[in-house]
C-alpha cells in the first residue's frame, strides 16, 4: 500500500492569491495524478504524470499547473485562485508493472477560495 | 472517452443485509475495472478490482462481477456492517492508466 500525502489539508484563501497544494510519495511510484472532487463527489482527472519531467492535462480542463521535477513529489499551482476554483483536490500514485493500475489516494485538500 | 454510468446513487441497507451497486461503461476497449471506498474526510481506498479476463472476483464479504458482452459490473457486499457505510466509486480504465469514475453510490448501513 502506498504512503501519499497532501499538504495543506483545509486551505481558506482569498480571491487573486497563488497557491500550491503539496503532494508527496514514498514508495517510488512512477505515475502521480490530481483528480478534482466536487459537491456532487464524482471525481475528474486534472493532471497526470508518468515520470520525472512528464506532466499531462487530464480530462477536465483545469486552470491549475503541475510539475514533476523529482519522483516523490507533484505539487498543484494555482496561479490566481478564484471562487469557481474551490473544490476538494485529490492527489494519487501507481507503480509500474502489473500494478500500473492501481492507483493509491491521499486524504485530499479541500480548497475554499473566498 | 470512456462514460461511466453508477447506480444507484444512494442505498440504504439492514445491517446484514446485502448491496449491490451497478456500473456500465461505454468502451468496450476498457479493461480494469476498480471498486473504491471513500470514508468521510479520507480520500477513496481500492477495494477490489477485476480485470477483463475475469468474470468474478471475491475478497470476504465484498464480490465484484463482470460482464463484458453487456459492458457492466457489479459490487456486492453481503452481511453488511455499520462501518460499510460510505461513498463507493466504480471507474473503468483502457490501457492508459487513466481512470474514468462513476458518479458514486452513498451506502448507509442501518443499525
Known amino acids: 500500500e502506498a504512503d501519499i500525502y497532501q499538504t495543506p489539508r483545509y486551505l481558506v484563501i482569498g480571491t487573486g492569491k497563488k497557491i500550491t497544494l503539496e503532494c508527496s510519495q514514498t514508495?517510488?511510484?512512477?505515475?502521480m495524478y490530481w483528480y478534482q472532487q466536487d459537491p456532487g463527489m464524482e471525481l475528474h482527472l486534472i493532471h497526470y504524470?508518468?515520470?520525472?519531467?512528464?506532466?499531462e492535462k487530464g480530462d477536465l480542463s483545469s486552470e491549475s499547473t503541475v510539475s514533476r521535477i523529482r519522483t516523490e513529489h507533484f505539487p498543484l499551482t494555482l496561479e490566481s485562485a478564484r471562487p469557481s476554483h474551490t473544490s476538494q483536490y485529490l492527489c494519487?500514485?501507481?507503480?509500474?508493472?502489473?500494478?500500473?493500475?492501481?492507483?493509491?489516494f491521499g486524504p485530499g485538500t479541500r480548497l475554499t477560495v473566498t | 472517452g470512456e462514460n461511466v454510468e453508477q447506480h444507484p446513487s444512494t442505498l440504504s441497507v439492514q445491517e446484514g443485509d446485502s448491496a449491490v451497486i451497478k456500473c456500465t461503461y461505454s468502451d468496450s476497449a476498457s479493461n480494469y475495472f476498480p471498486w473504491y471506498k471513500q470514508e468521510l474526510g479520507k480520500g477513496p481506498q481500492l477495494i477490489i478490482d477485476?480485470?477483463?479476463?475475469?468474470g468474478e472476483k471475491k475478497d470476504q464479504r465484498i464480490a465484484v462481477t463482470l460482464n463484458k458482452t453487456a459492458k457492466h459490473f457489479s459490487l456486492h457486499i453481503t452481511e453488511t456492517q455499520p462501518e460499510d457505510s460510505a461513498v463507493y466509486f466504480c471507474?473503468?480504465?483502457?490501457?492508459?492508466?487513466?481512470?474514468?469514475f462513476g458518479a458514486g453510490t452513498t451506502v448507509t448501513v442501518r443499525a
Open positions: 494519487a500514485s501507481s507503480e509500474t508493472g502489473n500494478r500500473a493500475y492501481e492507483q493509491y
Open positions: 514508495m517510488g511510484h512512477d505515475k
Open positions: 504524470s508518468y515520470g520525472v519531467n512528464s506532466t
Open positions: 477485476i480485470r477483463s479476463n475475469v
Open positions: 471507474a473503468a480504465s483502457v490501457h492508459d492508466y487513466k481512470l474514468s
